[in-house]
């Protein structure tokens, strides 16, 4: 049991022994339909953490997620009640446009190096205001018939007592994301060119591996994703709230967070984060089951980050002393 | 002269081409490996494996045709360096951070030997680590130099570039103020030129500002 020593065992733990309690306080807990119904309802906060997983590994930050979602979201919703309903078309626009926009995040924070905390605060700022305006605020409800049951698609039934459980299609799309970048971080150069970048800039650079072009990357990157995130939130949703992800950003930062990675960048993982995410959705699940009010919520996850990283700090001061020590030793 | 600042003056040539870096992307293809002064900020990725330190300058190489890295040759690169420089601990998985210094400049080293570099320019090699692997690095240039290396050594140690060059450049405030061949030279000679020698008026061969 080699992996329970990681990071991502740890916190893998934490879940269990999470779940284990909330399935003996409340007998829905554990029940498949509460399951699918966690699982559906985190599709798209788990697409867009693992596209800022990139993102905080490399050591930046990307506030504007939120607002590129929306964005991309009101972008194919006035699209469809205008033009109809076609999946490759739709589908194209939403990751082509997230692209763009993540782009436009990264060529500012790579070529003209403003920091990235401040370029993302501003494109949030843009970003929303332009989904504000073209909408007036107003929600987008009369989309495409086919559209809507293209979201209520399943991908698979399966047969349990009392009726069958069924997949919904959205899951997919979660699993190729995750799959496809787990693979891209282990397998492809990009992936070790970011984690070098994310570890030692210098030492990247001296390498000869271009930051610039590293991080123009992971931008576009969690662009598309905010893309991809947009078509298939509104496919669970059905309509198009331009407010629907105002604050959301923070959401997305604390399961990355949670799942382990290091905010200065150089460490994190898609399964560290997929697990982060899970945590989030239990700890918020199992408030709601046990009539915990919705003001508490808020607070216990921060109180969970808060602990989390200072205990993951921590640990990590205490392996550097034991190291210490061996130099002397030697 | 690896491409992080531009010359002010002066040229680069190597086999007899003039070259002109302006990136260290463009460095690395024309064949230049440049070991920093200081291996935890310029040199290493501390928090990752000595494997992947190893790679990180020749992921091109590691490649298959789908642009995959293979994770075997990977081990093998890894593993034959980790011989090679007889780097201890000899656990590829180990954290580059967790090496004492003198394995840590080993890794760095073994990074760029990997690129098989015509020019080796290496800025204080034995600054902070311990005597014996000292005495190894030292010997592992020698070889380097002697297989046909060509090995640029900046330091401020004056007992290490006796020991240790063929050719001695003396540089004062940027400038090239003394040019020695390694036969009997002292370090008051050398002392001598980087305290009071004046600027050299033509510049050798292969002196640019680095």
Redesign the interface.
Known sequence: MKWLNTKEGGIFLILIALSAVLAVRSPVFLTMENMIDMLKTNVVLAMMAIGMTLVIVIGGIDVSVGAMTALVSVLIGKWMVAFGYDLSVVLLMSVAGGAVLGAINGWLISKIRVHAIVVTLGTLSIYSGIAMYVTGGIWINNLPQAFIDFGRQNLFGIPMSGGTLAIPIQVLFLVLVAAATGYMLK???IG??I??VG??P?????????QDRVQLFVYTYMGFLSGLAAFVHTSIYRQVDPSAFTGFELQVIAAVVLGGANILG??GSVTGTLLGVALLAVISNGLTLTHVPSFWHKVIIGLFIVTAVSFDIIQRKRRERR?AKI?VL? | M?G?ETADEGEIRLHGRKINPR???E???LGLA?V?ESRQ????????SIT?NL???V??RL?NKL???V?KKERQLAESFISKLDIRPALADMQAG?L?GGNQQKVVIG?WLASSPKVLIIDEPTNGIDIGAKTEIHKLLRQLAESGMAIIMISSELPEILSACDRILVMRRGRMVGEFVNDGVTQVDIMNKALLGAPVSSLPEGGASA
């Open positions: 397998h492809l150069r070790r060119m984690y070098a570890g030692n210098l030492s990247a650079e001296r390498a000869g591996i271009r150089g460490s190291l130099d030697q | 690896f992080i990136s260290t992307t460095a690395v293809r440049y920093p900020t310029q040199g290493l990725v501390l928090t990752q992947r790679s990180l300058s992921l091109n490649t642009r995959l890295i994770r967790q004492s990074k």
